[in-house]
């Protein structure tokens, strides 16, 4: 690989295929962090999430043939991460999820809310209560059926962009927003049952 200038995911990718075991070592390097990240996003334990990761890595060493070079190496990737994590998943006890609906505002025929919902941010006095409140927002996200956990851990916990979540998931941009919406909901919500005063919610808290 040339020297001197930034190496790509395609470069990388050509020199795995190749069989260059530095080309291997420097992906892991490049991604090892966000993939852990999302494969905690789903697993919610660390043990779990690194050895996620490492099956990952050697999904990728063996069926990285099968990448089409012409294609997206990030949402390829990511697409056997995510389903790495949830074969991984699969095979130990399953967690619990919510009923999403049931924290969803509801409306009356007239339109109109049928109760009230909370709105704007829960204040927070230091660093400490915001870590703790960014936490229990994460306990919260854990919670969600996947497909609205994945939209908005991609989005507001590893700040990817919208594009990149639609197209890793295979869903339309409506949907992604759609998704990514009722979660927020859900997750304000449950804030603002734990919070004091309960009048304001923290949609920051999940960012």
Known sequence: MSEGQETTDLDLVRGIKSGDPDAFERMVERYHARVYSLSYGVLRNAEDAEEATQDAFLTLYRKIGTFDDTKKF?????????????????????????????????????????????????????????????????GFIAELPPAYRDVIWMNDVEQMAPAEIAEILEISIPAFKSRLHRARLYVRQRLSEISSPPERVAAEATR
Request: hydrophobic share 40%.
């Open 74 to 138: 990030f949402s390829w990737f990511y697409r056997v991460a995510l389903n790495t994590a949830y074969s991984r998943a699969r095979r130990r006890p399953s967690l619990p999820t919510v009923a999403i609906e049931d924290y969803l505002p509801r409306f009356q025929s007239d339109g109109h809310l049928a109760a009230e919902f909370p709105d704007g941010g829960i204040p927070v006095d230091d660093d400490a209560a915001l870590r703790e409140l960014a936490g229990r927002a994460e």
